[in-house]
């Protein structure tokens, strides 16, 4: 059974960088056949991409959060990270790393999802 | 990016009745497009990829149809567990991957 869970700081300051790891068990980081996403979802709002990132380190993310994405991969740990730098409260939101069906070498649907962790910018 | 639109935003159905959603997006997507169901306090669940193939455990109940700018997500006789919210997600153009911006059903 897959598995994926999300941990990190609940609260971030204002302009600081907000840091997520995933750790996945039941599957590996490096299949070939996933790629490894982040979405978030506002509050009480819909469900934003944030980006992804494949086994071999290429990675997309979302042109609407102006370059601040980072994310990166660590198959010895089984885990994949999320950096969102810059943040502000609309950056509120509560975070979820998935896992993507690749599809013809892009990515596709999200067949697992971690359970979600609420990440609140404030002072 | 591909707009996606959901509608309605709310249905009320009563258990046991059908109940019918949809997704229009703003150009074609051919067949790549998934429905999640989303439960309160819960991670989305995958119910339905390449518009009309159910997810693994995925209850015959759910039924998705359509192709291009137009797909349907039918639930055939709603049960109690199936009250949530329901988004579409297209993945035919990156970036980014687009969400509608879902469908609550209700108790009616």
């Known amino acids: 059974q897959v598995q994926l869970q999300e941990s990190g700081p609940g609260l971030v300051k204002p302009s600081q960088t907000l840091s997520l790891t995933c750790t996945v068990s039941g599957a590996s980081v490096t299949s070939v056949d996933y790629y490894w996403s982040w979405v978030r979802q506002l509050p009480g709002k819909g469900l934003e991409w944030i980006g992804y990132i494949y086994q071999s380190g290429s990675s997309y993310s979302n042109p609407s959060l102006n370059r601040r994405v980072m994310t990166s991969i660590d198959t010895s740990k089984n885990q994949f990270s999320l950096k969102l730098r810059s943040v502000t409260a609309a950056d509120t939101a509560v975070y979820f790393c998935?896992?993507?069906?690749?599809?013809?070498?892009?990515?596709?649907?999200?067949?697992?999802w971690g359970q979600g962790t609420l990440v609140t910018v404030s002072s | 990016e591909i707009l996606m639109t959901q509608s309605p935003a709310t249905l009320s159905v009563s258990p046991g009745e059908r109940a019918t959603l949809s997704c229009r997006t703003s150009q074609s997507v051919s067949n790549n497009l998934a429905w999640y169901q989303q439960r309160p306090g819960q991670a989305p669940r995958l119910l339905i990829y390449?518009?009309?193939t159910r997810a693994t455990g995925i209850p015959a109940r759910f039924s998705g149809s359509g192709s291009g700018t137009e797909f349907t997500l039918t639930i055939s006789s709603l049960q109690s567990e199936d009250f949530a919210l329901y988004y579409c997600?297209?993945?035919?153009?990156?970036?980014?991957?687009?969400f509608g911006q879902g469908t609550k059903v209700e108790v009616k």
């Open positions: 997600q297209q993945y035919t153009n990156w970036p980014p991957w687009t």
């Open positions: 998935a896992r993507e069906r690749r599809i013809g070498g892009s990515g596709g649907y999200v067949d697992n």
């Open positions: 390449g518009a009309f």
